[in-house]
T-cell receptor
Framework: QKEVEQDPGPLSVPEGAIVSLNCTYS??????FMWYRQYSRKGPELLMYTYSSGNKEDGRFTAQVDKSSKYISLFIRDSQPSDSATYLC??????????????FGEGTQLTVNP | ETGVTQTPRHLVMGMTNKKSLKCEQHLGHNAMYWYKQSAKKPLELMFV???????ENNSVPSRFSPECPNSSHLFLHLHTLQPEDSALYLC???????????????FGPGTRLTVL
């Protein structure tokens, strides 16, 4: 069983739709959760970062963490064609003094159609 | 230059060649990482360096040899690679702050490597 499960998609939505991206995980020690966005031929870009359970909002993006269910989500409101990318979830048990250890999901490929 | 830069962006090499990938971070971070990204697979952590010291080698074959001369530069030396090593190689950096939080990783654009 993978430590982090993420539906690879592809996911295709019309412009303006609300997008929901999800990851589940099995390691109950994870407490730092991140979402990265990766455009084609580019490196991953940090989008959202949350610690423990709860919600975090940044513009059109909302990250949710439910540690009791081992489930995290990223919502994109009023999606735009420029949101078309692969979205990677990543998580960590704690920040090691020797460098952070992130476990990534496979990534979900999203296309927002004009 | 800002953020994390990587050169070259594309590399094609034969199985007997020797080449090197270069990464430079302009963020003042103290930890650097090499990842391998293959199609339909999660990012695979290869190496971790903290303050120039290697702190993790994730069972990477010896045909990959990392070098970290200082906190801003990271190299990945390649020799006698196999076709299955073709992938996007990503470099990342972070600021280690002990257990006080932080540590988010910032990535470079990657080097697309093709081994013939």
């Amino acid at each position: 069983q993978k430590e982090v499960e993420q539906d690879p998609g592809p996911l295709s939505v019309p412009e303006g739709a609300i997008v929901s991206l999800n990851c589940t995980y099995s390691n109950s020690a994870f407490q730092y959760f991140m979402w990265y966005r990766q455009y084609s031929r580019k490196g991953p870009e940090l989008l959202m970062y949350t610690y423990s359970s709860g919600n975090k909002e940044d513009g059109r993006f909302t990250a949710q963490v439910d540690k009791s269910s081992k489930y995290i989500s990223l919502f994109i409101r009023d999606s735009q064609p420029s949101d078309s990318a692969t979205y990677l979830c990543a998580m960590s048990a704690r920040w090691e003094t020797s460098g952070s250890r992130l476990t990534f999901g496979e990534g979900t490929q999203l296309t927002v159609n004009p | 230059e800002t953020g994390v830069t990587q050169t070259p962006r594309h590399l094609v090499m034969g199985m007997t060649n020797k080449k090197s990938l270069k990464c430079e971070q302009h963020l003042g971070h103290n930890a650097m990482y090499w990842y391998k990204q293959s199609a339909k697979k999660p990012l695979e952590l290869m190496f971790v360096y903290n303050f120039k010291e290697q702190t993790e080698n994730n069972s990477v074959p010896s045909r990959f040899s990392p070098e970290c001369p200082n906190s801003s530069h990271l190299f990945l030396h390649l020799h006698t690679l196999q076709p299955e090593d073709s992938a996007l190689y990503l470099c990342a950096s972070s600021q280690v702050q002990g257990l006080a939080g932080g540590g988010e990783q910032f990535f470079g654009p990657g080097t697309r490597l093709t081994v013939l």
